[in-house]
């Protein structure tokens, strides 16, 4: 126990019982008692002038549901991506928390989702990924129109979408996604039936990584690491492959670090071959 602790609970002003005085020779007298020294004055610098009460606020303690919603002002970032066929919007806040919806074609947006449609109507956009936090957006076929213009007038949709509260994409698309455990089993059973003994001759391999919601990470190995031909084979393939089988397949990724691919099946692409 802190010894200010006992002092503040012994009784009487706080101090420790002083010791009994020493007996004093009766040749000598007893010498007067010590003063005390006087107690400060309270609320007293010293100079007289009266002392300042500081007052402290504490933090105010913010609701959870206060402190998890988004502010009024709708931010949104868009990157081109380095191959220049896509443009991706990253936002502020969720547009399809934790799952990702994919249109091909704005036929495919009926009943499940307004805003892809709505950016079906930019000139210039082929195709829309919905995911989580992100939109991409990717060229139309044949279509030279800068990315700029396009990004402008497909930003203005998607600020307006947001600001509406309106939902991105339907309850009925939603629950109509299958288990991530079952997206898992229909996929792996395409890369071991399908996509592996058809890249086995390149000495390729494709790995499922994981499922999220329904998006699907993955990586390529052997001679498909580094591989000039690589996106050609995910795009018209592996992607192809994977949406026959499931079509609720929203996003699919890429991880693999194709740089440090030591044994690539192409170097460059071969003539006539499109990137």
């Known amino acids: 126990m802190p010894s200010w602790f006992k002092k503040v609970f012994s009784g009487g002003d706080g101090r420790a019982p002083e010791p009994a005085p020493a007996p004093i020779p009766a040749s000598r007298p007893a010498p007067a008692p010590a003063p005390r020294p006087a107690a400060p004055k309270a609320f007293d610098f010293g100079d007289g002038r009266p002392k300042i009460r500081k007052v402290i606020s504490a933090p105010i303690i913010v609701p959870e ?4 919603s988004y ?3 709708i931010r949104i970032k868009a990157q081109v991506d380095k ?3 896509s443009c991706r919007f990253m936002l502020d806040r969720p547009i399809f928390e934790g799952l990702s919806a994919w249109f091909p074609e704005k036929r495919w947006t009926k009943d499940a989702s307004l805003l892809a449609e709505k950016l079906f109507g930019v000139a210039g956009v082929g195709t829309v990924l919905l995911h989580d936090t992100t939109i991409t957006i990717a060229r139309a076929e044949g279509n030279n129109r800068g990315w700029k213009d396009i990004a402008t007038e497909a930003g203005v949709l998607i600020r307006e979408d947001l600001k509406s509260g309106a939902p991105a994409v339907s309850d009925a698309f939603r629950t109509g996604i299958p288990p991530e ?23 390729g391999v494709v790995t499922l990584e994981r499922v999220e919601g329904n998006s699907v990470y993955l990586t390529m190995g052997g001679g498909c690491q580094g591989c000039a031909a690589s996106s050609i084979t995910l795009r018209q393939g592996i992607h192809t492959a994977f949406r026959r089988a499931v079509p609720e397949v ?3 990724y890429d ?3 194709h740089k440090s691919g030591s044994n690539p099946y192409f170097k460059e692409l071969p003539a006539g071959m499109m990137a």
């Open 65 to 68: 549901e206060e402190r998890s």
């Open 71 to 73: 502010s009024a002002e």
């Open 83 to 85: 191959d220049g066929r």
């Open 181 to 203: 455990a079952e997206i898992r089993r229909r996929i792996q059973t395409v890369l071991d039936l399908e996509i592996n003994p058809g890249i086995a001759s390149h000495s």
């Open 250 to 252: 929203g996003a699919i």
């Open 255 to 257: 991880e693999t670090d």
